[in-house]
């Protein structure tokens, strides 16, 4: 089944304790990004990826680092969290953007909490 | 002006009711258009691609004007599980997936 896997779906946290939340996709997708949606507000990108090694700031990447190192990974690390990163987080995939049809996957998401 | 934007919204609208989303983008070179769907706190889910001739599945309807650069959402016959918030996405080729911030529609019985 084509997928885009987010691990853990939920994660409470301290101030200062390094976190990495992981998205994995199945289907050979060039493209990557990850969203932070924090209530009564739309989807805000963090960062993206076009393809292996090749990563992009988004609106709103301070406090984040993203790795692409293998075409199907593409981790969130949040070096030292603070809690106004508390938020639901979502990583999606797709081949190159304006190629074709393919959509955007989402994946099912990662509620954290930084305390 | 923002790169995607969609009417403000919230849309109430009775059971049964047609209603109709716009969505307006800048970038005249996009490629991709798509419609989706984002219940409370869940991922967000493909409604519908858009394409140029415009696209039909069932009580929804999708069209792109690409002179005027804005795509347009119809849903007829209104169901309480329609109630949700509609997202815009428009993909710029070599670029980046762009989103708009959303029309939430409420059903109401």
């Known amino acids: 089944e084509a997928q885009v896997t987010q691990n853990p779906r939920y994660l409470i946290t301290v101030t200062g304790k390094k976190l990495t939340v992981t998205c994995s996709q199945n289907?050979?997708?060039?493209?990557m990004s990850w969203y932070r949606q924090d209530p009564g507000l739309g989807l805000r990108q963090i960062y993206y990826s076009m393809n292996v090694e090749a990563t992009d700031k988004g609106d709103v990447p301070e406090g984040y680092k993203v790795s692409r190192k293998e075409k199907r990974n593409f981790p969130l690390i949040l070096e030292s969290p603070s809690p106004n990163q508390t938020s639901l987080y979502f990583c999606a995939s797709s081949s190159y953007p304006g190629q074709g049809k393919t959509p955007l996957h989402f994946g099912n998401g990662t509620r954290l909490t930084v305390t | 002006r923002k790169e995607v934007e969609q009417d403000p919204g919230p849309f109430n609208v009775p059971e049964g009711a047609t209603v109709a989303f716009n969505c307006t983008y800048s970038?005249?070179?996009?490629?991709?258009f798509f419609w989706y769907r984002q219940d409370c706190r869940k991922e967000p889910k493909l409604l519908m691609s858009?394409?140029?001739s415009g696209n039909e599945d069932g009580r929804f309807t999708a069209q792109l004007n690409r002179a005027s650069q804005y795509i347009s959402l119809l849903i007829r016959d209104s169901k309480l599980s329609d109630s949700a918030t509609y997202l815009c996405?428009?993909?710029?080729?070599?670029?980046?997936?762009?989103f708009g911030p959303g029309t939430r529609l409420s059903v109401l019985p």
């Open positions: 289907m050979n997708h060039e493209y």
């Open positions: 996405v428009v993909g710029n080729y070599g670029q980046n997936f762009v």
């Open positions: 970038n005249s070179a996009s490629q991709s």
């Open positions: 858009v394409y140029s």
